[in-house]
């Protein structure tokens, strides 16, 4: 049970929230979805909560919401970064292909998917391949299959974003982007959307993902744009799908 100062205290942190993020990215949520993701957010605010315990993709509410609306039995999804998204889906869709380049973190997704009864997830290790002779690439270009942390600076993320080569074109329904060097495995996944399915890219205020947004823009694709609060952190944010024309 939560405290009338605990709660005062979260409103407050949210509510600056919402103004910081009104102020960097030109955007004014409504007051409705404030009010209405509240609930969500602070009880995601408690320590043991968690994508992976509570099986939910790390998403803005809103574009969680757009899924669990749109997503259907009969769906295959492709995802870069497992996780809760990888049982939220799992529950959801017929096929689920989830790459991921952590052998820790793998692990404990296994665990946790191996107790349930499902059938139709498959989990890949792809780790990134150490390049010291690398010179100054830039996690913008989807070419230089490269991320952002510095961790990974002499890091190679190729054999990772081109895991999704070995299927059809058109195979998938909806293309996950949440991992690593998102800008180049967007640019192995674009031929893989079915027509009528969806490309999702979350933290798609990022500037270094500008080649994205401007692809699919060219291409005609319908863009729904999803910011505001998301679990488990006090930051807003943005989750951008777009939806490939027939």
Known sequence: MHSSNTILQNLETYRNAAKRFAKEQGYNISIWDLIRFFPSWFRSQNKEASPLIDQVPWLTFAAIQFLEKHLTQNMRVYEYGAGGSTLFFAARVSE???VE???VWISKV????DSYPYKNVKICLVEPILQTNRVDPKSSDPSAYCSALKKYAEYSFQDYASSIDIYP???FDLVFIDGR???SCFKHSLSKVKQNGFVLLDNSERIHYAYIHETLDRRGWKKFYF???GPYGSKFWQTCIWRRSI
Do not use: C, I, K, M
């Not at 296994?110 to 998917?113: E, R, Y």
């Open 96 to 98: 689920v292909v989830s």
């Open 101 to 103: 380049h952590d052998p």
């Open 110 to 113: 296994n665990t946790l998917v």
């Open 169 to 171: 074109d058109e195979y």
């Open 181 to 183: 060097a998102r800008p």
């Open 227 to 229: 910011g505001g609060p």
